[in-house]
């Protein structure tokens, strides 16, 4: 008989924690859902030559940056993608994910830098290094943010 009061004890405790760690989840995502929501949007367009960019970047309460990012650039494949990163002082590093000439496919993804200047975005040039399939900034190496194509500038938006 004291066995069996035993497991029954036993078993409430488990149901009983499940229940709290349920609980616990979902507390876990509600608390990710509004890190993750957008306090504001900036839209932004480079034009060099017969090449345009144009890139929208959403800020999250988290500080992160997600965005979307179109790149046509003559005589190449039309590049649409994603960015996502975060400011580190007034440089934006993000990674960008896109396919390239509507081949679903197969997905790139770059890294990339911008450094924010009054209302100009300037996508910076730099050293990029591959390992184990991702590539990367190599580090301590400059990121080249003076002799640059795309200056991007704060445009509206338009849905």
């Known amino acids: 008989m004291k066995k069996l009061g035993l497991f029954c004890l036993l078993l409430a405790c488990i149901g009983l924690e499940s229940c ?3 609980q616990s989840e979902k507390v876990v995502e509600a608390a990710k859902a509004e890190a993750e929501a957008t306090i504001s ?3 932004y367009r480079a034009l060099y030559e017969n090449d345009t960019v144009n890139l929208k970047i959403n800020t999250l309460k988290n500080g992160k940056i997600t965005g979307d990012m179109v790149m046509k650039i003559i005589d190449m494949p039309e590049k649409v993608g994603e960015i ?3 400011f580190r002082g007034d440089t934006l590093f993000a990674s960008y994910t896109f396919i390239q000439g ?3 496919k197969k997905t790139y993804k ?3 830098a911008f450094l924010k200047k009054g209302d100009q975005l300037i996508l910076g040039n730099g050293k990029i290094e591959m390992a184990m399939g991702a590539s990367y ?3 301590g190496e400059p990121i080249d943010f003076d002799s640059v194509k795309y200056k991007l500038t704060k445009v509206d938006c338009v849905d």
């Open 20 to 22: 709290k760690k349920d």
């Open 41 to 43: 949007t900036e839209c």
């Open 84 to 86: 996502a990163g975060e």
């Open 102 to 104: 509507g081949y679903e």
């Open 110 to 112: 770059n890294p990339m």
């Open 137 to 139: 900034f190599a580090k």
